[in-house]
């Protein structure tokens, strides 16, 4: 190419740059008023995209931050901006659903459990405050605004997430991979494909090629992102989304700029989204954690694999969808038992396990994974007006955006189908998972919502009665400024607390499984950490003494040591706001078993033996309480029995193992630590040598066999950890190896 061609096609495609450039700094130019509305925008960029880069504080709790100052931000603003009206104001029936949800839940603090009550009532009310905000800002002009904030938001969680699946770029601690900035990769997908209406309405908006081929390029950069995840439910909503949608733009391809395009640009629309699901989409990971999961490695076969695992038996005995379906039925029999009140705002995690059979034990769970589901248990005749409400209004709107032909209805009709069409999405993943109670999924319905309900404001003349005027003065704007404010004070101070709380009891966890996973846990040089830890769980629960997530990590390591005093009683801190937790309560009847308190240990055994007559750990607790009043060989008879009908559950080994050693019945002792071996080969180099010493006892003397039991216990271990095993072999048989 000569220079001069060459000089020519630069500044050609420079001129294309610049125009495009001048084009999408225009179509974002702002005017007096839209201060609102670039904050809300900014917030649904910014929630999604950002992180925290270590374990102190949970993906959450930041974006919950974030969402809470910037809706009070953008509600005080808002407020600024109309101090000397007095026009009315705009109002709409559905502000009275999260309004009806919060006062229910401020009532049931009163006879249900007060903490958790009390954050239900918060959520719905920053759900309330944004809802009102976007339905008296967001006005036809500045809707594209909020739109663009929603998509690269979305965008830039999808990044983060591309680059964990091909890369292994691991910044933010999660859960499962690639979960993006969120900690769990369903919520990144439950976010993601909410968005992709939009996603879908600034691609058929587009002028000109360049725009067209960027914006079509970061939809299925989105689309490939969620399909990494393979999360069902959202798998399952974009399938719907792929008939929607395309209807949608059919239907009003008049209204949108795609009218205007040539037939070059709609191939290139088509081939550009189509070449980036493919090309993607077939890119296999460099994420060993994903690779070691074998659901496939390249998006497009994660997401067939995990779609078609839905048409297996086993998915609904064994796999995820199975507990799914066990709390389901759980949460069935609590709307059953309490169908007029429900059991209080929040309170799900707290009475779930009454409503357990005996052999589950979910425990460990904090919601019902439906969100319909837990709503009509928590709130009872209250969650049915919420839910019939909402859907009333929702296909209310969906006939009126459909038959509303007029010009003003066809104007309003593309940006009410394509956010119905999100809606629609956030209901389906709602029935698999927990959307409403996460900040970017909560703070998306919230908005959606109030596209719809700004939308009917406009059309209010055409009989939309839902939306109507409010009575506005200078005086109540002061006035709601003044308690906005010290909204603002109070969520700096629940922020400090909550980062406060968060960072000193994580700090406590990491320190405490460092100790227990070293060699010599009881080494004196352990003393001064674990007083360490002990005074951050202290300040920790003292902070917030419900924080059921982290609290009882820290118990559970000490058990490492032997500390059973300082276990149990952070057990017994958590069962103070959980009573009902069988697990939990077992726990503290054996840390005052171990302390030598056999009635406290007994009272609570009987509690968790109410609960769960079945479980592992009652039976355990059972047999310890034989061999601690004496009876050990009806403790030992009663342990055969039980690993003979197969329970053999960790706990129940571990105590099988104990009581053998203790009765000196070595085939017990033995039996144990061969089903452990079996069940959790993890741990199958400790089990070995174990049986090892237990062959090398003078009563044993099974030479041969300790030998063998030894040398296996080295060979369960990777070549960095033999030496560190071999030590724990005695002298007589490690120089035999």
Known sequence: MSDDVAESSASAGSGVLASHGRHWLASLSLSPGDGVVLLLATMMLVTPALGVPHEFMLQDTLKSMLVAFGTLAAAWLLLWQNRQRSDALQWHGVLWLPLLLMAYALGSMAWSHTYLAAVEAVRWFVFFVLLWVGLNS???????????????????????????????????????????????RNFFAEFVVCTLPFSAWLLVQARGPAEIVLRAFFMAFNLVALMMTGTRSALMALLLLSFVLPTIVGLYRRQFELAHWRRSQKFLALAVLLATVAGLGSVTTGNPQIKAERQGETALQRSFFRVASLTKSDEYTKGSTSVRLRMWMSTARMIEAHPLTGVGAGAWEVVVPLYQINDELLEDDFYAHNEFL?????????????????????????????HDRSEAGLKEGPLRALTLACLLALLVV????????????????????????????????RGHSLALALPWRPQVARLLMIFMLGCLVVAGYITQQAAACERRLVAAVKLAVTVAQSDDPNHPRWEPVKAQILQLAREGIAINPHYRKLTPLVADAMVRWGDWENATWIWASVVDSRPYVAGMLANIARGYLQMGQNEKGLAYLEKARALRPNAPMVRSLDVALLSRGGKVEEAVLLMRKYLQDGHDDFDLLTSAYQLGMHAKDWPLALQALQLRNERWPQLAWDGWL??????????????????????????????????????????????RL
């Open 138 to 184: 967001l006005t036809r002009e500045r809707l594209p605004l909020l739109i663009n904030g929603l998509h690269w938001g979305a965008v830039m969680a999808s990044l983060w997430a591309v680059l964990q699946f091909y890369l292994n770029v691991n910044l933010f601690p999660q859960g499962a991979a690639p979960a993006s900035t969120f900690i769990n």
């Open 374 to 402: 837990q709503l009509l248990a928590e709130c009872g005749l209250v969650g049915w007006a919420f839910l019939l409400a909402l859907l009333s209004y929702l296909s209310l709107s969906a006939w009126t955006t459909w």
């Open 430 to 461: 709602s029935g698999a998972g927990f959307p409403w109670r996460l900040a970017s999924t909560g703070a998306l319905f919230a908005l959606a919502l109030a596209v719809l309900a700004a939308s009917d404001a406009r059309l209010s003349s």
């Open 690 to 735: 174990k049986m090892g010493d237990i062959y090398a006892l003078p009563a044993v003397a099974d030479d041969a066999r300790a030998l063998q039991a030894y040398r296996a216990a080295v060979a369960a271990v990777d070549e960095p950890q033999k030496e560190v095993v071999r030590q724990k072999i005695p002298p007589a048989y490690r120089d």
